[in-house]
């Protein structure tokens, strides 16, 4: 299957509602924000978010296409019996784990890792602490170090405007320790949310880094068909059901592969208001399509 033969630029405006968009855990798991006070949710829980519709995707599929696994599951979606990367890379790739084909066949095996790409930092399985005749220590396989450079990046989303954050102090109705005639400090609580807000996020795909990993349209697709339902199947207590939905989402393809105008340029041209509204500026030759949130 031929790789990915145009650039694209994307965009997505979330529209949240008494929600905690994205915990931060060194801040009392209070919804993240910048020095400003603008909402802000990790690069790395949209991709979470990303992932999981992708294996959603997988799994729906009656015949298991190859290669659309994903690599990185979460704990409560997993859908092999793998207790680690290391064991799901081992079943895998087998004894080509660590070898000069790691990268080509893990960029086979799931997309996710062509996607995005993937770093196989994987200590040995051979014991430690074997000595030379001269008592010095022996040296012996350190693990496996490969790294492999995605096509698809992904920034953070920010909020349009600051967004006010409601706290909420929480009991136990039970206790969890003791013979149950009182309750301890561990019965008290904090939950955190975002009373509305609108949030934007903006991606690009590289043809040329795609050439490496074996990125293809195919998988753009795949990619373009989830982002309008990042948010179905991933409520959660601090996310209930309808809390946060996608509102739109804007699909720039250029008409070669260095791409017509500069990423930063193309997410220029969308403005969004804090009403989830938005205008665009024309480019010469590039007009995005715009899909309507799930």
């Known amino acids: 299957m031929p790789t990915l033969q145009n650039k694209i630029d994307f965009a997505v405006i979330l529209r949240v509602k008494n929600a905690n968009p994205n915990g931060d855990p060194l801040n009392g798991n209070r919804p993240r924000t910048d020095y400003a006070n603008f909402g802000e949710m990790s690069d790395v829980s949209i991709k979470r978010k990303i992932r999981d519709r992708l294996l959603e995707r997988w799994i729906a599929d009656g015949e298991k296409n190859d290669g659309n696994m994903v690599f990185v599951q979460s ?15 081992e079943a895998a790739l087998g004894k080509e784990l660590g070898g ?16 995005f790409g993937q770093l196989f930092a994987l200590k040995s399985n051979k014991k430690a602490g074997k000595k030379k005749d001269d008592g010095s220590d022996e040296e012996g396989d350190t693990g496996v170090s490969i790294g492999i ?28 320790e003791g013979d149950g005639t009182k309750r301890g400090a561990d019965t008290m609580g904090m939950k955190h949310r975002v009373d509305k807000g609108i949030y934007v996020f903006y991606g690009s795909m590289n043809p040329q880094l795609a050439e490496k990993t074996l990125f293809s349209d195919a998988d753009a697709a795949a990619i373009k068909a989830v982002l309008p339902r990042l948010f179905e199947n991933d409520e ?13 989402v804007f699909w720039w393809l250029h008409n070669c592969k260095p791409g017509q105008h500069s990423a930063a340029k193309v997410h220029r041209t969308l403005a969004v208001n804090a009403d989830g509204s938005f205008t665009l500026t024309d480019l010469p030759g590039l007009t995005p399509e715009i899909l309507d949130g799930f």
Request: hydrophobic residues 40%; contains cysteine.
């Open 236 to 248: 959660a207590a601090a996310r209930p059901a309808g809390s946060m939905e996608v509102h739109k």
């Open 75 to 89: 704990d409560d979606r997993k859908a092999d019996d793998a207790k680690s990367l290391r064991a799901r890379a």
């Open 149 to 176: 450079r995605g096509p698809v990046t992904v920034q953070s989303a920010f909020s349009v405007e600051p967004i006010d954050v409601t706290s909420l102090q929480i009991t136990k109705s039970v206790s969890g």
């Open 100 to 115: 000069a084909k790691t990268a080509e066949l893990a960029c086979k095996t799931w997309i996710d890792v062509r996607t």
